[in-house]
């Protein structure tokens, strides 16, 4: 479970907030749903309590609760009732991408309002950052699509950025923006 909470900060360091909005965040909601379902991967196959869930992650009972009916919702666990029921994996850990989850759980993944799905922005065309977000956008979204829950949870996969980011030179320089060199 550790793992998942550094992949949470990782990601937490490089998509800024923007005058305080919750379109870039990673919410707490989505790190708790990662936690239960890296416990459901860790214990193949078992029904786990919601309630020992919460316990162990230190998650309220209610909001666990809510946290399992967004991923039954979405088909990635299932749902018994009863004394002996709980919850476990109804798909394939290798399948399921950290951005499905993300979404399943705290819908569509936006890093701003001008980068929406069916989005009309009126400043677009001339914005100097609108590049800039739709790429950053394009950047978590790909990362996230190519991460599975198995990946991290088995440390299979390591967090890292594609190194042409690293590069100030593989990014274009935006027709009419001001460049300044560092000295």
Request: hydrophobic fraction near 40%.
């Amino acid at each position: 479970m550790q793992r998942i909470m550094i992949l949470h900060c990782t990601f937490m360091q490089f998509l800024p907030r923007l005058n305080g909005s919750e379109q870039v965040d990673i919410t707490r909601k989505t790190d708790y749903a990662l936690r239960m379902l890296a416990m459901l991967i860790e214990n193949e196959g078992a029904l786990l309590s919601v309630r020992v869930a919460a316990e162990q992650n230190d998650v309220p009972y209610s909001f666990a609760r809510s946290i399992q009916h967004s991923l039954v919702h979405a088909g990635i666990i299932e749902s018994l009732r009863g004394v002996h029921g709980g919850m476990r994996l109804k798909v394939d850990p290798s399948k399921v991408t950290l951005k499905q989850v993300v979404e399943a759980v705290q819908g569509p993944f936006v890093m701003n309002d001008c980068c929406a799905d069916g989005a009309e922005c009126s400043r677009s065309c001339f914005c100097q950052f609108h590049p800039v977000w739709v790429g950053v956008q394009s950047l978590v979204s790909d990362y996230l699509s190519s991460v599975t829950l198995e990946e991290v949870v088995k440390g299979t996969k390591r967090p890292r950025v594609d190194p042409k980011f690293t590069d100030p030179d593989a990014f274009p320089i935006y027709a009419g923006a001001p460049v300044r060199m560092a000295e």
